[in-house]
């Protein structure tokens, strides 16, 4: 019977500050009414009932004025009314407000429009509005293209006016109404970018690629559907979550797996640069420190002077904190990603020595979250070898403990105090953001792994000691992107700072230096391309001519500024 009044109570106001006030009212009448029938009775000596002196509390307190005779002749008792009618009417000027306040404030928000009100070709639409289409739309930015984001639900579409700066056009409209599609001028788009579920972009695909030669970019949680959407017209479908997966399982595996200034975007258009056929050609490579590595408490000179591998440390990502040229007395810990300069071979060799105090002296990994970013890490681990448990309260066949990874016991039950590695990867931030917490309290030694769902978590986890966060949705937005600006910018990593590793190609202009790109720009460039070689930190007196490319850091205008002067021409 409690619970139900509970129920109830939650129900009709379930704002917690008005449940207060509305107590707190309660307990006012209930006080005033006793202390008005004891003065009445036995202070003004005149007839009065426990009824009565409710019915003139609550007259009081809410001024309708429907009065009863009413004897006032004791300072008490008015001193007592004065304090009834000040007191009872605050309280209720409290709870006014705070009953009607969201009704209000909904009736008097603005309408988001239906149409837009110019005639607008080769732009992008972006259909619902999630963390991922919030970050592709601040990445688009990038360039001049036009962005329509279309919603079918009023709240999201009136929260997506927040960002007008950014994105400004927004159309709310029923994804199922071809005139929704009309009004975002869907013939003339040049890429559809679909941001829901899997079921609602099937449905959406399948009402509009008749209707448009635009690119159709699906964005979908679970792989296993992409059949399915590219089957109803999807050309490209991504899935931020399984490349989260497996990004975060080779930041948990040792050894080179990530090139940078070779990978090149696969859409793009422009003609490949020769490449040299030697073996023993030089890449950069994404190095992950972790314990037990031999370099772990060395500082960035004692490594390249103990180096005998062959290869050159260019910079390196600590923490949320990436630094471009690494001072001889910076200290290299397991928080450290190392981008260095060499032939694979040497890379490969490398790992193998470090790997002898690495792997062979016993490596371990705790996963807490087996869903879609979780079960990919696992199954990428387990690939290479590496024995790994995971935790899941929701997933009934998780490979692990069936409990939340939200309790210190449970951690201690998986071997986090002996874990190598932990992965935290839950589809709850503060779950994550708690978890690490815990993890690192119960394992100094540990190396943290974690997922952000929305990029306010990113911050959070780093402090809260995690070595690395991976950002979901703005890896998701770099994927939808790469593609939209494919021969003008391809997007590399997102630094925790807001600034992005880009490569970009000397489309229609040459002859100026590296000091003349940097200056009118705002990027750093980290190294050049040519048809011949490979520069790193080039001098600024260095001239880059038609058909190189160019590796920078920058933020979202520095890469604007940059586009523009690559190509020639504002896109």
Not at 252 to 267: Q, R, V
Not at 294 to 305: A, E
Not at 309 to 316: G, P, Q, R, V
Request: charged content about 25%; proline content about 4%; hydrophobic content about 45%.
């Amino acid at each position: 019977m409690i619970r139900r009044l509970h129920r109830l109570i939650i129900g009709a106001a379930p704002d917690r500050r008005l449940r207060l006030y509305i107590l707190l009212l309660f307990v006012q009448i209930v006080l005033y009414s006793l202390a008005v029938y004891v003065i009445v009775r036995y202070v003004e000596q005149a007839p009065f009932t426990l009824l009565d002196a409710v019915y003139f509390v609550v007259m009081t307190i809410t001024t309708v004025g429907y009065g009863i005779p009413f004897p006032v002749e004791s300072e008490l008792t008015i001193m007592l009314m004065i304090l009834i009618m000040f007191t009872g009417v605050l309280t209720v000027l409290l709870i006014l407000p705070a009953l009607f306040a969201p009704y209000l404030e909904k009736l008097f928000q603005r309408t988001p429009p239906k149409t837009i009100n110019r005639k607008i070709r080769d732009h992008v639409v972006i259909i619902g509005f999630s963390g991922t289409a919030r970050s592709l739309i601040d990445l688009l930015r990038f360039s001049s293209v036009d962005i329509v984001l279309v919603e079918d639900n009023i709240d999201e579409a009136r929260e997506a006016l927040s960002m007008r700066k950014t994105a400004p056009f927004i159309i709310w409209g029923d994804y199922n109404d071809d005139q929704t599609w009309t009004n975002a001028h869907i013939e003339t788009a040049c890429a559809v970018i679909l941001c829901e579920d899997e079921h609602t972009s099937a449905k959406v695909i399948l009402g509009i690629r008749d209707r448009t030669k635009a690119k159709i970019i699906s964005i979908a949680d679970h792989p296993n559907y992409e059949r399915f959407l590219r089957f109803a017209g999807a050309e490209y479908v991504l899935s931020p979550k399984h490349v989260t997966g497996k990004n975060i399982a080779r930041h948990a595996i040792p050894g080179p797996y990530f090139e940078t200034l070779y990978d090149e975007n696969p859409y793009c258009s422009l003609h490949s640069q020769a490449e040299c056929a030697s073996a023993d050609r030089k890449k950069i490579f994404m190095l992950p420190i972790l314990e037990g590595y031999t370099c772990v408490g060395m500082t960035i000179g004692d490594l390249n002077r103990n180096n005998r591998f062959n290869f050159e440390i260019l910079s390196y990502w600590k923490g949320s904190e990436f630094v471009i040229r690494p001072r001889e007395d910076d200290v290299i810990d397991k928080s450290t990603m190392l981008f260095v300069l060499g032939a694979e071979k040497s890379i490969l060799n490398f790992r193998s020595n470090e790997l002898k105090r690495g792997i062979e002296g016993g490596y371990f990994a705790v996963i807490a979250g087996y869903g879609s970013i979780g079960g990919i890490a696992l199954e990428e681990l387990k690939n290479e070898g590496i024995e790994a448990i995971a935790i899941d309260p929701y997933v009934e066949d998780v490979p692990g403990i069936h409990e939340n990874a939200e309790s210190e016991d449970v951690l201690i039950r998986a071997g986090i105090r002996e874990a190598s590695v932990c992965i935290i990867c839950t589809d709850d931030d503060d779950v994550n953001i708690f978890t690490t917490l815990m993890a690192r309290s119960l394992n100094p030694r540990v190396r943290i792994l974690a997922a952000a769902h929305v990029p306010e978590s990113v911050d959070k986890l780093y402090k809260a000691g995690a070595d690395y966060v991976a950002d979901t949705p703005t890896l998701g937005g770099i994927m939808a992107a790469n593609i939209v600006l494919a021969d003008h910018i391809h997007l590399l990593i997102a630094l925790p700072d807001g600034r992005k590793i880009s490569a970009g190609y000397i489309q229609e202009r040459g002859g100026f230096s590296i000091e003349t790109l940097q200056k009118e720009t705002g990027v750093q460039v980290l190294a050049v391309r040519t048809r011949q070689s490979s520069l790193v930190h080039p001098d600024p007196d260095y001239v880059v001519e038609e058909g190189d490319e160019v590796i920078v850091v920058g933020t979202k205008l520095a890469l604007r500024k940059l586009i523009k002067i690559t190509s020639g021409e504002s896109i």
